[in-house]
């Protein structure tokens, strides 16, 4: 990936770019996950089932997914800061009009727009940040980026919900359209001109995993750890709501200490993946596995309830960070085509987590969507496993073999 020693621009503004592009992703993940913390007022507002209403999240991770490597390749001339500002307007536009949409069929639909913005943010956000810095500081301005998840799961889908009970959620979609709107304005001052320097055509892209078998494993981990992970935590609150009656103010503060453990987590990782990105990943799919069946047993008690989403939380914030390091490892040669597959499979996953668990939601009740969530986690938990094992396996065979060979 390319980055610059020497720039035209002061060590200030680089590091002021960072920040804008950090906020972006922000306003980015708590619009896609908004609808997590407000699945109850919107069905109810709409007249809809929660299952259907999941649908937001569903239709957002499928454009987000899908399209990113056409996107990416049909942008491949566009200055990155241009095609960021771009991204930003479009969010601000779809946030109003989610705010003022009289029917769910325009909401839907103008989540699925908004997924597409989505979607290539992730995968030129973090290049352009490593892009704004000298080389020697590329790494510390990507993990800064990165850290915008965590502020996104302490502060922004909380403080969402929170605005919804203070008012409505048409009120807290346009809040989010004004926020969207000073990010869009903090990006246009502070990010210099970023010509495209590192575009990948869209065969190359789909072509990658067929010749990168180490590559191919960690997105099959990843499918499988983020179908379970989000199809159980976009029906938390339902499922709250069933099981221990919890109230929205309870809600809001549960989702904060989950955050609050994601950012836990990902602190705990920075220092564990430079070690072992699997490893690291393998203790945090085991804390995703015992935190959701926690919740299945103990959350009846809200004490039991902050235990398990704290576990979750920081298990997630050490899977998170991991499988991103996994991804490098397996591909440091083709990085950003390696990126936009992940951003693919990724947000696809969370589509499809989130339709999965409206059909069990609608039909089996909340509390089999929680099942769902750890069967999947435990099916990439023993995938991990076996890849782990098989690599071992390999470096010890290539070990043996002679020198000639």
């Given at each position: 990936m390319?980055?610059h ?6 060590t200030l503004?680089?590091w002021?770019?960072v ?11 708590t619009t896609?996950l908004?609808p ?6 919107i069905s109810t507002s ?7 209403a ?5 239709l ?8 990113v ?5 049909w ?5 990155r800061?241009?095609?960021l500002?771009t991204?930003?307007?479009?969010l601000?536009?779809g ?8 029917n769910y069929?325009?909401v839907?639909t103008?989540?699925?727009i908004?997924g597409f913005?989505?979607?290539?943010f992730?995968a030129?956000?973090v290049s352009m ?7 020697r500081h590329?790494?510390r301005?990507?993990a800064i980026?990165m ?6 799961a302490?502060?922004g889908?909380?403080?969402?919900t929170?605005?919804e ?13 004004g926020?969207?709107?000073l990010v869009?304005?903090a990006?246009v001052t502070t990010?210099p001109?970023?010509?495209s320097?590192n575009?990948v055509s869209?065969?190359e892209?789909?072509g990658?995993?067929?010749k990168?078998?180490?590559l191919?494993l960690?997105l099959?981990i990843?499918v499988l750890f983020?179908?379970g992970?989000f199809g159980?935590?976009?029906?938390v609150r339902p499922?709250?709501e ?7 103010f ?7 200490v989950y955050?609050a453990?994601?950012?836990?987590g990902?602190?705990?990782a920075g ?6 990105s699997r ?5 945090g799919?085991?804390?995703?596995v ?6 299945l ?6 004490a ?7 576990l979750w ?6 899977v ?8 490098q490892?397996?591909a440091?040669d083709?990085f ?8 693919m499979a990724y947000?696809?996953?969370i ?6 668990g409206g059909l069990?939601?609608?039909?089996l009740?909340?509390a ?8 999947l986690?435990a099916?990439?938990?023993l995938?991990a ?9 390999t470096?010890?065979?290539d ?7």
């Open positions: 390319a980055t020693d020497r720039h035209p621009h002061s503004r680089s002021l770019g920040s804008a592009i950090t906020a972006s992703l922000f306003v980015f993940l896609e908004m997590v913390g407000l699945l109850t007022p709409l007249r809809i089932s929660v299952g259907i999941g649908l937001m999240v569903t957002y991770g499928v454009s987000a997914g899908i399209g490597p056409f996107i990416v390749a942008t491949r001339r566009v200055n800061r241009v095609l500002s991204l930003l307007a479009i601000t536009l946030n109003v009009i989610t705010a003022i949409s009289p069929p325009l839907l103008t989540r699925l908004m913005a989505s979607g290539v992730w030129i956000g940040a490593m892009r704004l810095v000298p080389g590329a790494s301005a990507a980026v850290s915008g998840i965590s502020i996104a302490v502060v889908i909380p403080l969402g929170v605005m009970s203070l008012t409505d959620w048409h009120t807290t979609f346009l809040v989010w359209a926020l969207s709107a869009f304005l990006v990010i001109s970023l010509p320097t575009a869209v065969r892209v789909f990658l995993p067929l990168n078998v180490r191919r960690v099959c990843v983020v179908l992970h159980a935590y976009t029906f499922y709250l069933h099981s221990a009656s919890a109230t929205p309870f809600i809001t503060m549960v989702l904060m955050g453990g994601g950012a836990a990902n602190f705990i220092y564990t993946v430079n070690k072992s490893g690291s990943f393998i203790v799919c085991v804390g995703l015992v935190s959701l069946l926690l919740l047993t103990i959350a009846h008690a809200e039991g309830s902050i235990t398990a989403l704290i939380g920081a298990s997630f914030g050490v998170q960070l991991s499988q991103i390091n996994m991804t490892a397996a440091p083709t950003e085509a390696a990126m936009s597959l992940n951003t947000n696809t996953s589509a499809l987590g989130a339709l999965f069990f939601a609608d039909h009740g909340v089999s969507v929680v099942w769902f969530g750890v069967a986690t099916a990439s938990l995938l496993l076996v890849a782990r094992q098989k690599t071992s396996r470096v010890r065979t070990a043996l073999e002679p020198v000639g060979k």
